[in-house]
């Protein structure tokens, strides 16, 4: 409980310092920005840490985090002392931060409650998670060095992991308990977020008579991005009980729910009848974990799915920050003056608020980075398209944003020196398209709610029509791209006929709704309606939908299972998109179907009114998803709870636990150790050993590094192909650092041992219980030529002799 409420004491602290820089941004909107406070904190303080940490500056250690917070504090002051504020925006700030407070408070305390009862940092990709989260924090110097590749420093986007290590360092929490309330945090960050966003959306787009009906955006800004879930929940209700129709089932293209027939085993449920469920809820071990699956060969997440896996990754990290990122496009659309070089000059704390927060978003997450740049330009091209031809918009528009964006590459150089994207080129996507049962089940209930905005919004078919000119040509342009790339590489008729009737059919639904949101997007600016910027956000999640289908990105997976990086990455930016686009659409139904727009005839509320029950419906099918996946996560929440995500491993095994306690308290932060590289061996007759097994990523391969943040040669080998490329020369690399760590255990003799810690710098060598099972037969004698320095039952750690010289006498 105490590092429940030092985090979240640390956090209302940031909240503290980022609440002037949120009102000066976000001035205008109901709350003053106040639900920003707690992300715009954090960059506040993690920006000056992660520069004066590479600048040698700043030491590692608590005290360093602690002093960039008050740096940030006193900036902060600065900016309070030049707003100016007048008595009634202070109510105004202070009712917002209230709101703000109670809400981050909530969702905090329920996130760590419900992480509680799955609290151990084990399985997945948790390790690689936690052991970010201990590089950013214990790394001697910065970069952060990379603990699964002893002399190379880290080559992956980990702002999110700095920004849950500022939060952990402050207060004064250990990676492990830090890990779990960080993502507590994420939540509750992006909770308020939503809030304070769709909140001013809201009233923006309503009508003065009709803004009560605003404060519903935030309720189901809140349910759409947070906790709606797959559809496909409803089916696994039903088959958990053995009620199906078969028809049905195939229809929806969940027939892998259906129970196997004699002699199938694919693509059907071949589990023992009757055991899918002893219980209300489906018990079927991690059964919500193919509601993440449902589109083949994707990955096709969700935020709630995120917050339920546990995962600390970038694009869950990203969440407040990627809302932030849109709440920031929209505050420019609603700026007064162009936006142009002359308005840099004389308001330069907007393009430099700019360059913190999208270049720390390509730091946290370098996928978010291109969508929500490509909104940010949009809104402010849209802004200055007010006052001036397009053209000269443009112009200005680029006058304007190229000194954000030369300061962002520039106060986060120090990054961009020291990543390497592996992506490798755009390439159209040939292969089957996606289903529109599969799209239904997956991403139905945003797009129905973003969908919504027509028919809540909508000037009329007349005030449409022209726009929809326009508007053609957003689904038309990125098809004549496809046409094109397909056909420069020779593939355009194979992609023709692979994508199949089904998915030239779903191809079709998501031109055409992109189009009519674009349509509407353009007839709202064109009439200077307040709901613009929510229309917008809806079609650019559609648009990345519809993009996902024609193009994808190459990467490592290229060959195996193509797009499911790009399906996967571009889909959750649409979700929140569209979450937040439905939400305001939601409002706007509201209000049409019980007092009517203006202009709106009969036949409109009457379509409304019919429109918020099967809403209503829709929003209840996908609320099954988080009731089920919750109750099956935590076992109908009866499961023991704790914070600290190595609690678990303390009564599993108390002795590996104390070894890595030991490490911790006695290697230095800079050390490098030896232990298991993962791969499995056995005892031949003669007495020889071979290897079974060289699978090492999702294993517990290099998890001593990864608990303790401490350097070993090598760990999940193919996630350091996945950061640092593919090529034969880092599969040989790294293949020479697992042959050499092997050999440290399977060695008979002294001098091999001897020579892969000296190679690698290694001044520890770990035996525990991976070493004691992945090499069987006896280790070499290390007592005689290392020190034994921990030993708890059969496990120990050796170091290296160290002897201090002695003066002449």
């Known amino acids: 409980m105490e590092a429940v409420l030092a985090a979240w004491l640390a956090a209302m602290l940031l909240g503290a310092i980022g609440l002037p820089f949120a009102v000066a941004i ?26 004066l ?11 360093s985090y602690l002093l960039a917070a008050a740096l940030a504090a006193v900036a902060a002051a600065r900016v309070a002392g030049r707003l100016r504020l007048q008595r009634r925006e202070l109510a105004r700030i202070a009712a917002g931060a209230a709101i703000a407070a109670s809400i981050f408070t909530g969702a905090f305390l329920a996130s760590t409650a419900f992480r509680s009862y799955n609290a151990e940092i084990v399985g997945t990709e948790q390790p690689m998670d936690l052991l970010f989260l201990n590089a950013t924090m214990v790394s001697p110097d910065y970069p952060p060095r990379d603990p699964w590749l ?73 349910a759409l991005v947070l906790f709606v879930g797959s559809l496909s929940a409803v089916f696994e209700w039903a088959a958990a009980h053995e009620r199906y129709s078969e028809p049905l089932y195939r229809a929806f293209g969940v027939e892998n729910l259906l129970p196997c027939e004699p002699g199938q085993s694919a693509d059907c449920y071949a589990g023992p009848p009757g055991q899918r469920t002893t219980a209300w809820y489906p018990t079927e071990y ?43 496009a929209a505050a420019l659309w609603r700026a007064r003056g162009s936006l142009d070089w002359r308005a840099a000059a004389r308001w330069p704390w907007r393009p430099a608020a700019a360059a913190v927060i999208f270049g720390g978003l390509a730091f946290q997450n370098a996928w978010d980075v291109v969508t929500f740049s490509a909104l940010l330009g949009l809104a402010v091209i849209a802004r200055n398209a007010r006052e001036q031809p397009l053209a000269r918009a443009m112009a200005a528009a680029a006058g304007w944003l190229a000194p954000a964006g030369l300061l962002a590459l520039a106060l986060y150089a120090p990054w961009w020196l020291t990543f390497s994207s592996q992506a490798s080129g755009l390439y159209a996507y040939t292969g089957e398209g996606t289903r529109p049962a599969h799209a239904f089940l997956q991403f139905g209930v945003p797009l129905a709610f973003a969908g919504l905005g027509l028919l809540a919004f909508a000037p009329g078919f007349r005030r449409l029509g022209p726009p929809a000119t326009v508007a053609g040509w957003a689904a038309v342009l990125p098809f004549i791209g496809w046409v094109g790339l397909a056909a420069l590489r020779g593939d355009l008729a194979a992609a023709a006929e692979n994508r199949g009737a089904a998915g030239w059919v779903m191809l079709a639904a998501y ?52 797009r499911l990086n790009t399906v996967f990455k571009l889909s959750y930016q649409a979700w929140l998109l569209l979450g937040i686009s439905g939400s305001v659409a939601a409002a706007g139904l509201l209000a049409t179907s019980l007092r009517g727009a203006a202009g709106a005839g009969a036949p409109r509320r009457i379509a409304a009114r019919a429109a918020v029950p099967a ?15 919750a109750f099956n996560r935590t076992e109908g929440f009866s499961r023991p709870t704790a914070i600290d995500g190595l609690a678990w491993l303390q009564s599993a095994d108390p002795g590996e636990y104390s070894l890595v306690r030991w490490v911790e308290d006695n290697v230095p932060p800079g050390a490098v150790l030896i232990e298991a ?35 070993v040669p090598i760990g999940w080998y193919f996630h350091e192909i996945q950061w640092r490329g593919d090529s034969p020369a880092n599969r040989e690399r790294f293949l020479a650092r697992q042959d050499a760590v092997d050999q440290a255990y399977l060695a008979s003799n002294p001098d091999a041992v001897l020579a892969a810690m000296r190679e690698y710098g290694a001044d520890y060598l770990v035996v525990g219980s991976v070493e004691l099972s992945r090499y069987p037969g006896p280790l070499p004698d290390y007592d005689a030529f290392l020190d034994r320095v921990f030993e708890s039952g059969r496990y120990r750690i050796y170091r290296l002799p160290h002897y201090e010289p002695v003066s002449p006498p």
């Not at 003053?32 to 707690?38: D, K, N, S």
């Not at 002399?151 to 992956?156: I, K, L, Q, R, T």
């Open 677 to 711: 590289t993962g791969r499995r061996w056995v005892v031949e007759a003669d007495g020889s050993r071979r290897m079974v097994d060289a699978g090492v990523d999702y294993t517990d391969a290099g998890r001593v590094a990864s608990r303790t943040g401490r350097q």
């Open 511 to 562: 031109g055409g709704l992109t189009w009519a949101l674009a349509a509407l997007v353009l007839a709202l600016a064109a009439r200077r309606s307040g709901a613009a910027p929510a229309a917008a956000f809806g079609a650019a999640g559609v648009l990345l939908l519809y993009g996902a289908e024609l193009f994808l990105v190459r990467d490592v997976f290229f060959g195996s299972v193509p």
């Open 26 to 51: 976000f001035r205008r909107f109901p709350d003053a920005g106040a639900g920003f406070a707690v992300p715009l904190g954090l960059l506040a303080v993690s920006l000056p840490y992660f520069l």
């Open 615 to 629: 809403a209503a419906i829709l929003l209840a099918g996908g609320l099954v998803y988080p009731l089920l996946a």
């Open 150 to 222: 002893a002399g190379e420093p880290v080559s992956y986007y980990y702002f999110g992991y700095l920004q849950v290590g500022v939060l952990a360092s402050i207060a004064g929490i250990p990676a492990s308990s830090g890990y779990n309330l960080g993502l507590a945090a994420t939540f509750a960050a992006t909770a308020c977020g939503l809030v304070s966003l769709t909140w001013a959306l809201a009233r923006w787009a309503l009508l003065r008579r009709s803004r009560r009906f605003a404060a519903a955006a935030p309720a189901v800004a809140l």
């Open 286 to 328: 991690w059964f919500w974990w193919r509601g993440s699956r449902v589109i083949p060969g994707t990955i096709t997440e969700f935020p709630f799915f995120s917050f339920l896996l546990g995962d600390l990754h970038p694009h869950v990290m990203a969440l407040p920050l990627t809302t932030l990122a849109a709440a920031f």
């Open 53 to 63: 940490r590479t600048a040698a500056v700043l030491p590692p250690g608590r005290g």
